[in-house]
């Protein structure tokens, strides 16, 4: 069983719909968990952090995590052509006080149509 | 104004060549990383170093040997280059996680090509 696992998609959405991207991990102690946006070509960049229990809104972003479940899902409201690229969840396991090891799943690549 | 910067972003070479790639990171953070990312988008950690000290040690040929002369800056050393060596290559950088971990920041990454 992979540590952290996504759908590899590609999931393809029409414009201005809400696209659902889900992410499952392996490990019960993991407490923190982010989700990074890759366009093509070019660097991770962090989009959403969640570290309780429920729902984390940033503008069309809503982060949400069940722990007892192991699940952490990003939506995304009215999705623009704009977000269409590869979403990267990852969990944060820490490593002493010194500094955490992000476990990256495989990603779900997004298209939105217009 | 670029918080984590790698050079190069490009690097063509040769296998068995010996090649170096360098981050540098202006946000002040204590935590820096290296990771690698494959042809299928998968992306993994390599190393992790907090404070000049290497802290993680992932399961990686010791061709590779990462330096960090200071907390702004850690560098790759990869020796006697392999076809399979060919990734892309990102720095990244963190604050230190005494409280609640902290996102971690990356570099654009150096897309590296053994011929």
């Known amino acids: 069983q992979k540590e952290v696992e996504q759908n590899s998609g590609p999931l393809s959405v029409p414009e201005g719909a809400i696209a659902s991207l889900n992410c499952t991990y392996s490990?019960?102690?993991?407490?923190?968990f982010f989700w990074y946006r890759q366009y093509s070509g070019k660097s991770p960049e962090l989009i959403m952090s969640?570290?309780?229990?429920g729902d984390k809104e940033d503008g069309r972003f809503t982060a949400q995590l069940n722990k007892a479940s192991q699940y952490v899902s990003l939506l995304i409201r009215d999705s623009q052509p704009s977000d269409s690229a590869t979403y990267l969840c990852?969990?944060?396991?820490?490593?002493?006080?010194?500094?955490?090891?992000?476990?990256f799943g495989q990603g779900t690549e997004l298209s939105v149509k217009p | 104004d670029t918080a984590v910067s790698q050079t190069p972003k490009y690097l063509v070479t040769q296998m068995g060549n010996d090649k170096s790639i360098k981050c540098e990171q202006n946000?002040?953070?204590?935590?820096m990383y290296w990771y690698k990312q494959d042809s299928k988008k998968f992306l993994k950690i390599m190393f992790s170093?907090?404070?000049?000290?290497?802290?993680i040690n992932e399961t990686v040929p010791n061709r590779f040997s990462p330096k960090s002369p200071d907390k702004a800056h850690l560098n790759l050393h990869i020796n006697s280059l392999e076809l399979g060596d060919s990734a892309v290559y990102f720095c990244?950088?963190?604050?230190?996680?005494?409280?609640?971990?902290?996102?971690?920041?990356f570099g654009d990454g150096t897309r590296l090509s053994i011929l």
């Open positions: 990244a950088s963190s604050q230190g996680q005494r409280g609640a971990p902290q996102p971690q920041h």
């Open positions: 490990d019960r102690v993991s407490q923190s």
């Open positions: 969640i570290y309780s229990n």
């Open positions: 990852a969990v944060n396991r820490r490593w002493g006080n010194q500094g955490g090891k992000l476990i």
């Open positions: 946000l002040g953070h204590d935590t």
């Open positions: 170093y907090n404070n000049k000290e290497l802290i």
